[in-house]
């Protein structure tokens, strides 16, 4: 049997004269509504239980990795210094750093002289600080305001713990 449509609310006083009619939801939109709440249910259950996304599931694959990557406390790629590594270092800094620090890492102040842009990098005179994790992270995150470009994301932490050995091993003030 179907609902009487024609029945007034009876509030009028309290909407300006204006009546209201009780008249059912399309069955369409009552579906739709049901559907909504069941597929978010289902959802849920899947998000949290099933499939085990989270965002806390998220940071923590996040935290790991990063554990992983930068095994420093600081966070920072570890140093690199032994033979090997210094040996690496030194082949990928020829292949990028060797245009604006020099062949003798000594910047404007070595070989190539005026055509040099970057510091020298032999003297105890460290601009963003001389210990071994200050360095890499230098080369890891460049210093935009003297030109020196943003290496981590194309040398990743390996490679800059090598380089950043390199750099340590031909330092003479240490």
């Avoid at 399309?26 to 085990?52: E, K, M, Q, R, V």
């Avoid at 210094?81 to 890492?105: K, M, Q, R, W, Y």
């Avoid at 190539?112 to 995150?141: C, F, K, M, S, Y």
């Avoid at 290496?151 to 330092?171: D, E």
Wanted: glycine share 12%; net charge negative.
């Amino acid at each position: 049997m179907a609902k009487d449509t024609n029945q007034i609310m009876g509030h009028a006083h309290e909407n300006d004269g204006i009546e209201e009619y009780d008249n059912p939801l399309p069955d369409w939109w009552l579906g739709l509504f049901i559907f909504c709440i069941l597929f978010a249910f289902g959802y849920l259950i899947n998000y949290h239980f099933i499939s085990h996304d989270s965002q806390v599931g998220y940071y923590e694959a996040e935290m790991a990795a990063a554990k992983t990557d930068f095994p420093n406390a600081t966070g920072g790629p570890s140093v690199d210094s032994t033979a090997a590594g210094v040996e690496a270092g030194a082949a990928i800094f020829a292949a990028n750093c060797v245009p604006c620090h020099g062949t003798d890492l000594k910047g404007k102040d070595g070989v190539l002289g005026a055509a040099a842009i970057g510091p020298n990098l032999t003297d105890a005179e460290w601009i963003h600080g001389g210990e071994p994790v200050q360095v890499a992270t230098t080369i890891t995150n460049g210093v935009n305001a003297k030109g020196m470009p943003t290496w981590g994301p194309v040398l990743g932490p390996v490679k800059i713990g090598q380089v950043a050995g390199y750099i340590l091993s031909k330092n003479e003030a240490k």
